[in-house]
């Protein structure tokens, strides 16, 4: 009976001891990581570079849809008339109520007075009719119809007011948060706002949340009502890769185009506006997507779920556990810049277990040239389990005694 509390004790006093020295060497472990190891350093670009090109265009914006990263920036966060282009926002609402359910390509709206009447682009819809949502879809996206944006905004809101509002909200939401919205159209209104860069996040929206819905946008003509329309959005033509989105204009915003372009693989969003003519539109749009494929690329600093470090672990059955980015680590770099990107990998040490498969357990960070900081969560490749008490009570006697 003395003997066995004499080892108690003795193994309770150990235990304390032996945990205050290890709890004393807890840090933050940082790594930099250079071009020889792991392939990890590399750079990104430098954004706004409002006079690198010649564009007409009083707004402009550019950017990687893969790493949303901006190439380029011209005015890209003040608010500007969207025109048209906002028919993206009231596409996406749609795509969103056929993605759950609560609408089918088969439903049918009706026309109203008030559709009927509106002026602008028109899809030419009948009065009282009772009209697919696909055909209104297309009559929205190729054709530019007003008159089809205010069917589906009665039908899904009561009023277009209402469903003004509803776009707001639901922009506001998805990150666009410098957009208002008091029409369904885009027709022009003082207080009927987006800025370039809220429109590009709605096509990039658009692009990645329906797939299923977005070939739409690459159509080229649609006929209605006996009456065939191109679709105005000029790079379709051009054989450049272009699969969507919208054109636009007002006299207060000029012409704009919202286009998104793949080369491959390679996804470019693009938006114009403020262009003086229809032609001026068209060779900002491409000067603009051209510069950025020729002047920046991606480079995949890691691969999915790649193990980037093997890190230890304390008190685990297994001592050590890797780290990886689950979607991967790519950037958008410059083409003579890409020995300037700084990877530094940052957990804490050392880690202690248990450690689920999947658990965040450090970061990548990447420091570009232009000095902004990119953060990649990194992840535990594997499941670790805690030691008992007597593998505990051995693990510290042995890391104590060095050479035990």
């Known amino acids: 009976m003395i003997y066995s509390t004499f080892f108690k004790r003795f193994y309770l006093v150990l235990w304390v001891i032996t945990s205050l020295f290890f709890y004393s060497f807890l840090a933050h472990a940082t790594v930099e990581l250079d071009a020889s190891h792991k392939d990890i350093v590399n750079q990104n670009l430098e954004k706004k570079e409002e006079n690198i090109l010649d564009l007409s265009a009083s707004t402009a914006y550019l950017l ?53 009447r509106m002026q602008g682009s028109k899809m030419f819809v009948d009065l009282g009719s009772q009209i697919r949502l696909e055909d209104l879809l297309r009559g929205i996206i190729v054709q530019s119809g007003n008159d089809a944006c205010i069917v589906v905004a009665e039908a899904l809101a009561g009023t277009e007011e209402n469903f003004a509002r509803h776009l707001t909200k639901r922009a506001h939401e998805l990150g666009a948060t410098s957009s208002h919205f008091t029409n369904s159209t885009g027709w022009e209104d003082p207080n009927h706002k987006m800025t370039a860069r809220d429109i590009a996040l709605i096509a990039l929206r658009t692009i990645q ?13 649609f006929t209605y009502n006996g009456i065939k329309q191109g679709n105005r959005n000029p790079l379709l033509y051009k054989n450049m890769g272009c699969d969507g989105l919208k054109t636009g204009h007002t006299d207060d915003g000029g012409f704009g185009l919202v286009a998104s372009v793949v080369r491959e693989g390679r996804r470019l969003i693009m938006v114009i506006n403020g262009c003086p003519s229809m032609k001026d539109r068209s060779k900002d ?31 685990g059955k297994t ?13 958008t770099l410059r083409g003579l810049e890409k020995d300037k990107v700084k990877g530094t990998l940052s957990y804490e040490t050392p880690l202690k277990a248990p450690i689920a498969q999947g658990d965040v357990i450090g970061e990548m960070r990447v420091t570009l040239p232009n000095g902004e900081v990119k953060t990649f969560p990194l992840r535990a490749d594997r499941t670790i389990e805690e030691l008992g008490f007597f593998g505990k009570l051995w693990f510290k006697i042995k890391s104590f005694i060095p050479g035990l």
């Open 64 to 116: 990687d849809a893969q790493t949303g990263d901006v190439l380029f920036s011209k005015n890209g966060e003040a608010p500007i008339s969207p025109s048209s282009m906002s028919k993206v926002m009231t596409v996406y609402l749609v795509f969103e109520k056929l993605k759950n359910g609560s609408l089918t390509l088969d439903t049918t709206f009706p026309v109203s007075e008030k559709a009927w």
């Open 209 to 221: 949340d329906f797939p299923e819905y977005y070939s739409y946008y690459s159509e080229i003509d």
């Open 285 to 315: 749009a491409e000067t603009l997507i051209n510069w950025g494929f020729r002047e920046f690329e991606n480079v995949i600093l890691a691969k999915p779920k790649q193990v980037i470090e093997v890190v230890p672990v304390w008190m």
């Open 319 to 331: 001592d050590q556990v890797g780290l990886y980015s689950q979607e991967g680590i790519i950037v």
